[in-house]
C-alpha cells in the first residue's frame, strides 16, 4: 500500500468517526439548552441563518474591518473546505472539480488563519487567552494541512510526494485540525461558537432584530408562575441558554461596558462565559480573560440547578449595570446580556426581596405614590401652578379636555426642580408652534422603567396598567415626552399589555416642526458644543438625529465624542444604577465629562432628565449642561404663526 | 440566639401612606416582625385582627407582609365596628404567648397608641413602651432584656419578666424588603374571633386635624438656578444659642418678637 492509499483509507475512518462524536456532541450540547424554559421556536428562521451570518452579524463585526474581513477568510474557508472534505473523503466523490475546490478554500483559510494569528500575537485585554490563543494555531494547521494533501490530488505534485514521513505528519496536522475543528465544535473547544451561533442566529429570541429591525423592549413575565425570574440556569429560556453558547469571547461587550470601565464589579463578557459554566456545570477558574473587577478569577463554580447569585455570580454584579445596552448593540452573536440581567434581578426582587442600596425604599414609594421619591401623587402638577396646562379629564368645569393633538408626557421630570425647566422650555416651544396638547396631570404614573429595571415586574404592570387605563379614556394622536425612558417604556413596552400608541421623543417632535417651518430658529449660534447620546434615545431606539438636526437648526457645529451615537458611554444613571449604587473605582458620570471635555465644548446638550441630573452632578468646574429644548428657547424666533403665538404665550387660555 | 420553645406574636394592622393615604404595611409592625423574626425565626406567629377585604388595595397591604418570608398570617375575623382590643384579648389568652410584638400606634384608624396598654391590661401582662431590640431572653428564669428608645436617640436596657408585651419603636431596625412572589403565595388562616361591640366609639365625635401654621421659608433668588440651589442647600444651622439666666432670655425673647414685628 502506498503512502497515499493509506492516506485516504485513514482518512475515511478518521473523518467518519469525528463526524460521528461530533454528532454526539451535539445531541449533548442540545440537551443542555433543552434543560431551559419553553419558549417560541422560530423554525423559519434557521433558513436565514446565511443571510442573518453575511448581513447582520457582519454589521456589527465591520465596525472592526480588519476583524471582519480576517473572518470571512477564515470562516468562509473552512465551510466550504469542511463540506469538500466530506464530499471527497466520507462520500468519496472522485470529482476533480472538488479537488481543486478543496485546494482553493483550505488556502483562503490559510490566509485568514495567518491575519488571526498577526491579531493575537499582542492580544488587547478584552480578548481571551487560554484556549483562544490555540485557535489559530489549529486553523492554520487545519487548513495547511488539507491544502498538502490535496496538491497531489490536483496533479500540480506527483502523488505519494514526501513519502511517509510527510504522510505521518499529514495524520498528526490532520488529527490536530479535525479535532478543534469538528470535534471541538461541539464538546466545548473555541469553535463551539460556530454551531452555536449559527443556530443562535436562527432561533434567537429576538427575531425582529435581524433585517435592520429593532427589539429592544424587555419581555413581560407572568406574575402567577409559581417562581419569578432566574434563579438558576435552568430557569432561563431555552434559546438565552443556546445564546450565551454563542459567544466568542471577544470582548467586545467589555470593552463597551460603562460599569467595567468605572471598576465595578460587572464584566459582561465574564457573566456570558458564567452563565455557560452554569448551564454545563463546573467552575470558572479556566476563564482567560479579563475578570469582574475586583473579584478573582478561579472562585465561583455553578450547575444548572444551581442558584446563580452569589455561588456563581455576585448579586453586585447583576446590579452595577446601567441598562445601557452597549454591550448588546457591540456583541457580533447578538446576545442579549441586559435580558438576561434582568432575568435574574426579577428573581432577586421579587423573589428574594433583596434589591440594593435604595431599591427597597424607592420601590415602596413607587407602590404607595407612583413616584419613586414618595412624593404625594396630588402634588404631581405643583410645577406647573404658573403654566395654565390644559389637562386630560371629564370635568368639564375646570376646562379638563378628553380630546387633543398631542398628549405631553410629563414624566417624574415635574418633581425635580432642574428638569422642570426643561418642561417649561418645551411648552413654551410647543404653543410657539401652536399645538394643540395636553397632559394627564395628576393621573400620569411614574412609567414604570426604573421598577422593572429594579427587577419589580409587579409595580412595572401595575403602573403599566394604570396609565394606559387612563390614556385609553382620550384621544389624542401623539404622545410627547422629554424622558426617553418613559419614551421606550410607552413606545416599546406598554404594547404587550395592551398600550398601543405612536410615541414621540420631544426632539423628533420638534424635528418635524422645524422641518415644517412651525418653529423658527436663529441660526447664528456660535456654541462650543457636544451632544451626549441618551441611551434609551439611541441605542433603544436609533434615535440619533434628530437632536442633532435641531442643533445644526441653530447653526451649531457638534464637536462630537469620540464615543457617541451607538457607541455612546452611558451617564451611569440607568436601569436603577444610581439607586443600587455599586461602589467601583470611579464614578461613570465623571467618566462621560471628561469624554466631553476631550472635545473642548463648552456646553454639552442632552436630551433625557437622567442625563441631566447624573452630568450636572458631576463637580465644577465643567461644561454646562442643557437640554435640547432649552437651548432652542434661547434660539427661538417667536414671531412665526401670524399674532397667534403671542396670544398663546402671554395670555394663556 | 436560639429561642426554639419560646412563643412570639406579631400583631399586624393595615397602615396607611401618609401623603397618599394608600394602605400599605405599617412601619412599626414591620419593624415589630422584623425583631420578631430576628427572634424566633420561622417559629415567629403572626396575628391580624379583621377580614381580608375584597379591596384589592388592602389585600395587598396585607400581603406585604407575608413578602417578609412569612408563610402564614392568621386572621382573626370581626366585624368592622367591633373592639379589637377584647377580640384580640379573647383569643390571645388562649395562646400562652411569652412576647407580643405591636406598633407603637396604628397608621390608620383610631390610631390612639392605646391597643397595647389596654391589650397588656386584658391579659395581664408586663408593657413596655418604644422597643428598639430585644436583646436576649432567658428561658428559665423568664426574663428578657429589651432595649428601649428614649428621644434623642438614646436607649436604655430593661428587664422585663415574661411574658409581656412590646411596642416596636421606628427606631428599631429596618423591615426587611417585602418580596411579591412569597407575599402573593403566602396563606391566610381565618379563625372567627368572638363578638365584642365596640361601646364607646359611636359615641365620639370627631373632626378632621388641622394643620398647624408652617413658616414660609422666603428665597430671594431671581432665576430659576438661583431658586434650585437654594431649594436644593442644606439649611445652614447656627440660629440658635443657648441663654442662660432670667434676664437674658426675656431680653431674646423680647429682641426676636421685635425682629418678627410681632411687638
Ligand atoms: S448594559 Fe451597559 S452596563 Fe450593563 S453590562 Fe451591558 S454595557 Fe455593561
Ligand atoms: S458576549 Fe458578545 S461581545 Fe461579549 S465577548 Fe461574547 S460574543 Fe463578544
Redesign the pocket.
Known sequence: MSSSEFLSQFLFTLISAALLLTLIGAVKRVLLWSQGQSSTVHWRGLLQIPRRYLVDLHHVVARDKYMSNTHVATAGGFVLSAILIVLLYVFQLQLQLLTWALLGSSLLMFVGSIFVMIRRRNPPPNLSLGKWQRLPKSLMVFSLSFFILTLPATGILPSDTGGWLLALLLVIGIIWGIGEMFFGMTWGGPMKHAFAGALHLGLHRRQDRFGDGQSTGLKAIDLTANKLGVEKPVDFKWNQLLSFDACVECGR?EN?????AAGQP???KK?IQDMVIGMAGGDDAKFAGSPYPGIKVGTHKGGAIIPIVNILVESETLW?????????E?CPMMIE??DA?VDMRRFETLEKGQTPGKGNEILENLSATDNPNGYAPNTRMNWAADQNLTVFGHNADKQEVTQADVLLWIGDAAFDMRNQRTLRAIIKLLRAANVDFAVLGDAECDSGDLARRLGDEANFQRLANSNIETMNQYNFNTIVTADPHAFHCLKNEYGELGGNYNVLHHTGFFAELVNQQKLKLDNSKELALTYHDP?YLGRYNGEYDAPRFLLESMGVKIKEMQRSKSTAR?CGG??G?PVTDIPGEQRIPDMRMADVTETKAEIVAVACPQCNLMLEGVVEPRPEVKDIAELMLDALIESTGEGVVADQVGGGS | MSNDNLSVISLVSIGEHPTSRRPRRAEQDARAIELGLKLVGNNLQTLHAGQVSDDPRQQTALRSYLGMGLAEINLLEMPEQADAILVLAEHLKQQNSDIILTGVRAESGESSGMLPYLLAEQLGMAMVTSVTDILSVDEVNKQAEVLQALPRGQRRKLKVDLPFVASVDMAAALPRQSAFGPAMRGQFEATLGGIFADQESPLWQTTDAKKRPKRLKIVKAKTAADRFKAATAKASGGGGKVVHGVEESAQAILDLLVEEGLV
Do not use: D
Open positions: 461587550c463597551n461596558c460603562p460599569a467595567f460587572l464584566n459582561p457573566l452595577s449595570c446601567t441598562t445601557c445596552r452597549a454591550c448588546v457591540a446580556h441586559v440581567i441611551c452611558c440607568g436601569g444604577a
